[in-house]
């Protein structure tokens, strides 16, 4: 049995996003199969993980708070994750920051390389932050895991071995909710009956904007549903306020109540500029949601289907597309259909085996 520590750090940051989903729930899968002994690792935190984020593995903090970790780690590459943790045969580095591995193997995931090809989405900071995890990504790690093809491809264009490279993809949440969790949502947030529906953290390129002016053009006059927290790079309350379209914000929104939140809604639309993964468009898919996505970038790959990608800069093309499906309903019972039919072909149980592979390859 492989002993494995793995950085969980993201599930305190303040906007965890997709990073610290994906990183729980493989976790979550690896702990179940039971061939691998997981410890996390994590900053001094007075207060647990916030609900739903919370590691599903022991957790060792170090002394240093996250700023200060991540400055030794990435700057200094100390303080050694043995200290923490003791013996380990890996190191995980889930996303992000990437610890020394000692003796040990290093493999790290890298999500997406949009902070190197787009530098302004985001701040100053988390450029530099993220830039310095990939070069070390790069020169030490062992492995390194994509969740998608489209990311694999911008690894090797940025200078990764392909030969070490393993896309292992991401996988939807588990059962679907029943009729009672989703009216108990719908009541929560005062749901209009028939909407469209975007979950995200409020960043550049997540493309609201377009979203938005898309809203404004449909010719269904759908109201669309907004969830997820504020980020970085985009004052959304004004941008919603200034909107000429029927919009509700709901901001952030438990992941347990995600699942019913995906399954109220008519359609999922998800226009982002970049991803690694887009890991929504799957989860909404996981509840029969057709999807309206971009074309050009990894949601694309998830989906694989062509009448649900469209040119995200392409305002009259999304409103369009929203509205093939808000509009007929055996459009909508196709394309519902056929998400289900997708995401069930990706599962948190063949992603954990991929890892796992990784881990196995890595120590060899």
């Known amino acids: 049995m492989l002993r494995v520590a793995a950085v969980v750090e993201q599930c305190w940051h303040r906007v965890p996003g997709g990073t610290a989903v994906a990183a729980i729930r493989t976790l979550d899968a690896l702990a179940d199969r039971g061939d691998v002994d997981l410890v996390g690792i994590a900053a001094r935190h007075r207060r647990p993980a916030p609900d739903g984020l919370g590691p599903p593995i022991p957790v060792r903090h170090a002394r240093l708070p996250r700023r200060a970790l991540y400055d030794a780690w990435h700057r200094l590459r100390a303080p050694s994750v043995q200290r923490l943790a003791g013996r380990v045969d890996v190191v995980h580095a889930t996303g992000g920051a990437v610890p020394p591995s000692g003796r040990a193997a290093l493999v790290a995931t890298v999500n997406d390389l949009a902070f190197l090809r787009r530098p302004e989405w985001f701040t100053p900071r988390g450029v530099r932050f993220a830039t310095r995890g990939f070069e070390l990504a790069r020169a030490q790690a062992d492995l390194v895991i994509a969740p998608s093809r489209a990311t694999a491809a911008d690894l090797a264009a940025h200078g990764v071995d392909p030969e070490r490279v393993r896309v292992v993809p991401l996988a939807a949440a588990g059962a679907s909710p029943d009729a009672a969790e989703i009216d108990a949502v719908r009541a929560r947030y005062r749901l209009p009956e028939v909407f469209a529906l975007w979950v995200g953290t409020a960043e550049p390129r997540k493309n609201l904007t377009g979203l938005l002016r898309a809203a404004e053009r449909t010719a269904t006059a759908v109201p669309l549903v907004l969830a997820g927290p504020d980020g970085w790079g985009l004052d959304a309350p004004e941008l919603v306020s200034g909107a000429a379209c029927d919009v509700v914000r709901l901001g952030f929104v438990p992941q347990r109540e995600l699942a019913a939140l995906y399954a109220a809604a008519r359609v999922f639309v998800y226009p982002s500029l970049m991803e690694g993964f887009g890991l929504p468009v799957l989860e909404a898919m996981?509840?029969?949601?057709?999807?309206?996505?971009?074309?050009?970038?990894?949601?694309?790959?998830?989906?694989?289907?062509?009448?649900?990608?469209?040119?995200?800069?392409?305002?009259?093309?999304?409103?369009?597309?929203?509205?093939?499906?808000?509009?007929?309903?055996?459009?909508?019972?196709?394309?519902?259909?056929?998400?289900?039919?997708?995401?069930?072909?990706?599962?948190?149980?063949?992603?954990?085996?991929?890892?796992?592979?990784?881990?196995?390859?890595?120590?060899?």
């Not at 808000?326 to 259909?337: G, N, P």
């Open 286 to 364: 996981a509840q029969g949601t057709p999807v309206v996505t971009s074309a050009g970038t990894a949601t694309e790959e998830v989906c694989a289907d062509p009448a649900s990608v469209v040119d995200p800069a392409d305002i009259d093309g999304l409103a369009a597309a929203i509205d093939a499906v808000v509009a007929d309903d055996a459009e909508h019972s196709r394309r519902s259909a056929a998400a289900r039919a997708r995401a069930a072909g990706f599962t948190w149980s063949a992603t954990a085996a991929g890892v796992r592979s990784a881990y196995g390859e890595a120590c060899a």
